[in-house]
């Protein structure tokens, strides 16, 4: 069983900048694909961005391309997601999720743990 735990959630003005973390409780947290998502609401949840075990593959939503940066740091079994140049648009639960393999996707179904979400409120 994984557990996932995201923070770094919080209010912040247009323009500005948030780091969100995920922590999982696993032994071989290498050995898992980690993505991010968000819900806005009354919305569908969407792909942000996911990253490959090795971090040798991310991938990006349109959206936030060229705006948020996903890595990870598999010492300390940790997925972030670097967030600049917010905009209200981007306003949502985001969600971290894991799921055991080297292949990232980009749709929620694949993966099987979650967190239980962080609030971004980006204000204009």
């Known amino acids: 069983q994984v557990q996932l735990v995201e923070s770094g959630g919080g209010l912040v003005q247009a323009g500005g900048s948030l780091r969100l973390s995920c922590a999982a409780s696993?032994?071989?947290?290498?050995?898992?694909?980690m993505g991010w998502f968000r819900q806005a609401p009354g919305k569908e949840r969407e792909f942000v961005a996911a990253i490959s075990g090795t971090s040798a593959v991310t991938g990006y939503a349109d959206s936030v391309k060229g705006r948020f940066i996903i890595s990870r740091d598999n010492a300390k079994n940790t997925a972030y997601l670097q967030m600049n140049s917010l905009k209200p648009e981007d306003t949502a639960v985001y969600y971290c999720?894991?799921?055991?393999?080297?292949?990232?996707?980009?749709?929620?179904?694949?993966?099987?743990?979650w967190g239980q979400g962080t609030q971004v409120t980006v204000s204009s």
């Open positions: 696993v032994r071989t947290f290498s050995s898992y694909a």
């Open positions: 999720a894991a799921r055991s393999g080297v292949v990232i996707y980009r749709t929620p179904a694949p993966y099987n743990y």
